[in-house]
Structures are given as structure tokens and as C-alpha cells.
């Protein structure tokens, strides 16, 4: 059995994900295959999915579609995708369903759970807008919580949980001011938040191969973030893992549930940020440091702009290269990983992006 993986070029100098996935006898007929799509980028990326499907995997019929999270760079090209291709399953997370006695999380007491769903209707109203189409349309839709699986359990969702789930909605974007904080706190932490950005500038950052990574265990990404969908796919002894913009907390949560003997393949969480990962979680995920230039034979994908100031992180390409795997960067190019799938006119091998022990990077 063969698989292909396409991490298609997303954003200009904003990274975003678009992931086709095609897996079966990738030599036979279209009723051998299965075709998932994960994440769909910015609302300009849905033409390049649907192209892609039709170009490279001769169809245009999603088996699974899979939103990982309601940030714009991810939910932008759902509607596109939903109304130009044939989708049989959908599995999107729908938070303001998750609203029962969420108003007591918040200072507000005008703020009721219909109210508070309302609010998450509006604020994540892409998302929201592509599971009203994909119901009119009259498509399955599944929210993808830890133990749902697909495919003979060839995929299996191995985060979040609902009820880690649960706990992060109230600090989602652009959400009421919660209960324990007062304006004062926010407002204060608003300044100050300000003022440690102004004060980051780029200094010169020297790396030891086996002691310093330049990252650390502390979580710092969002809650809408941690939020994403984490998905193993496993096929023929070897094994695929899918991390949408999950930080620290949400993998190592998920971590319990991976073998890394098998690891083949990995999606470097968050476009290659250092928010989102940490030695630690690393070593579950990935493995171990290896010996200066050893190679573990795992493949790591960062899907980022070709102009972007913020990713990926250097520190990120060298902790993932200190563990043996080979970073590929799209960076405005379609990149694929593959087994036993047909050769493509025009497609060269690809050159990882290499550990560098000097490099600049923020304060």
C-alpha cells in the first residue's frame, strides 16, 4: 500500500496549511484509493486544492475532509473546497455547541450560553459559514475527538479530548473578559505584553549541537491553537502524524499515543514556530538527539510563506534536524512525501533546509 503527502504552497508572506493525502494502491483505480484533505488554507487556496486533486490524484471527490482549528490560514478555503469538490465526510470542531454553562467563565453577567455561542458564531464565522454549507449540502459531519478513527483505523484522532477541548473555548480569540481577571489585570497585561514586544530585537544566537536548542517546555501559543486536531495515520509499519497548530500542552497530551520507532513522517506544528515546541515533547514526538549529522528517517514538514519574518524558527529547523529528521520547508513551492506512488514529470527531490549553529533570533 502507497500514500502520498502534499504540503501545497500557502500565503505570500503569511503562512497557512493546505494538505492533500492520497493512500492505497496509488497505481490502481480510484475505488482502491482513499483522498483526504487537511486544512484549506486562505480563501485564495481552495482553486489550488481542487486543481490539485484533479491534476495529481485524478479526481475531484474528498473522502475526508478535515478542519484542525478556526484560524483563517487554515478554515479560509473550506467553502471553495466544500462547493467544488464531492465531500463525503467532514470533521470540523463546532465550539459554540460547546456552550453549556460557558457563561460562568466570564465577568459579564449579561453574558448568557446562548449569547456566548452567538459570539463564537461571529468571531469564527469562516468556520462557522462551512459547516452551514457542508449541512445544506447534506455531507456527514464529525467533530474529531481523540479515538475517532477512519479507514479501518488507519487514521485515528489522537487529540484533543473533549474535555481538554472544552477548557480552552473560553480564552479562544476575541472571547469576554473572563471572571477571575479585572479590567485593571487586562489592561495592565495589555501594556505590558506592548512593551516587551517593542523591546525584542535580533541578536546573534550560537547553537551546540548536543546542549543548547534554543526552544524550552513553556507553552505559549494560543488556546485556539492547543485546540487543534492531531491525527496519526498509520500505513504498512509505518506512521504519519498531522499537528495543525497544536503547542506544547496539546502534544505531549497526545504524545502517550504515538510509537516513534514507527515515526516516518511529521508536520512541524504552527508553520516551524518556537512557541509550539519543546525538548522534552520533542523527544516523545520525534526521539532523541542523535550523533552530529545521523539521520533517524523521519521526513519533518513545515508548511510557510516564502516571505514570512516569523517562520520557521532556525531553532525549530535545528531541535527537529538534532533528532535525525530531515526538514523540508514548502516556502511557496508544492512539497511531497511519498511510498510506493507514482513518479511525477517535473518533480525533483528536494534539498532539507540544514542545522545552522549561528543565526539570529529575538531577545
Known amino acids: 500500500m502507497g500514500y502520498e503527502v502534499d504540503f501545497l504552497a500557502v500565503g505570500e508572506k503569511k503562512s497557512g496549511d493546505a494538505i492533500c493525502i492520497r493512500w492505497g494502491n496509488l497505481h490502481g483505480t480510484r475505488d482502491e ?24 490524484y ?21 467553502a471553495y473546497v466544500i462547493e467544488n469538490a ?31 455561542a452567538r459570539r463564537m458564531q461571529e468571531n469564527l464565522q469562516k468556520a462557522y459559514d462551512a459547516v452551514k454549507l457542508a ?19 488507519k487514521l485515528v484522532v489522537i487529540g484533543p479530548t473533549l474535555a481538554y477541548y472544552e477548557t480552552l473555548i473560553p480564552d479562544f480569540a476575541r472571547m469576554p473578559e473572563k471572571a477571575e481577571a479585572t479590567s485593571g489585570t487586562e489592561s495592565f497585561k495589555g501594556a505590558y505584553n506592548y512593551l516587551v514586544e517593542k523591546a525584542k530585537e535580533l541578536v546573534e544566537y550560537i547553537a551546540d549541537w548536543f546542549s543548547d536548542e534554543g526552544i524550552d517546555d513553556k507553552d505559549t501559543t494560543t488556546a485556539q491553537n492547543n485546540s487543534s486536531v492531531i ?26 499515543y504515538l510509537n ?5 513522517f511529521i508536520q512541524v506544528p504552527h508553520h516551524g514556530s518556537r512557541r509550539n515546541i519543546g525538548p522534552e515533547v520533542l523527544n516523545k514526538l520525534v526521539g532523541n538527539i542523535v550523533s552530529e549529522g545521523g539521520e533517524s528517517g523521519v521526513c ?26 530531515k526538514v523540508v520547508t514548502t516556502e511557496g513551492k508544492n512539497k511531497r512525501h511519498s511510498n510506493d506512488a507514482p513518479a511525477r514529470d517535473g518533480w525533483t527531490a528536494v534539498t532539507p533546509r540544514s542545522y545552522l549553529r549561528n543565526y539570529k533570533t529575538e531577545e
Open 33 to 56: 484509493q482513499k483522498v483526504v484533505v487537511i486544512d484549506a488554507g486562505y480563501a485564495s487556496t481552495g482553486p489550488q486544492i481542487i486543481e490539485h486533486l484533479k491534476k495529481y
Open 231 to 256: 491525527l496519526k495515520l498509520e500505513i504498512d509499519n509505518k506512521t504519519l502524524v498531522f499537528t495543525g497548530d497544536a503547542g506544547i500542552t496539546a502534544l505531549d497530551m497526545a504524545a502517550e
Open 300 to 325: 519533518a514538514f513545515i508548511s510557510c510563506a516564502p516571505d514570512s519574518d516569523k517562520h520557521p524558527h532556525q531553532a525549530v529547523i535545528n531541535a527537529f534536524t538534532r533528532r535525525g529528521a
Open 86 to 116: 464531492k465531500i463525503k465526510e467532514f470533521w470540523i470542531h463546532q465550539p459554540w455547541d460547546h456552550n453549556e454553562n460557558l457563561a460562568q467563565e466570564f465577568a459579564d453577567g449579561r453574558i448568557t450560553d446562548a449569547s456566548i
Open 260 to 264: 516513534n520507532d514507527s515515526l516516518s
Open 135 to 153: 449541512k445544506k449540502k447534506e455531507i456527514e459531519i464529525k467533530e474529531p475527538f481523540q479515538g475517532r478513527t477512519w479507514d479501518d483505523s
Open 58 to 78: 485524478h479526481t475531484d471527490t474528498i473522502d475526508l475532509l478535515i478542519s484542525t482549528h478556526p484560524d483563517g490560514d487554515h478554515v479560509g478555503g473550506l
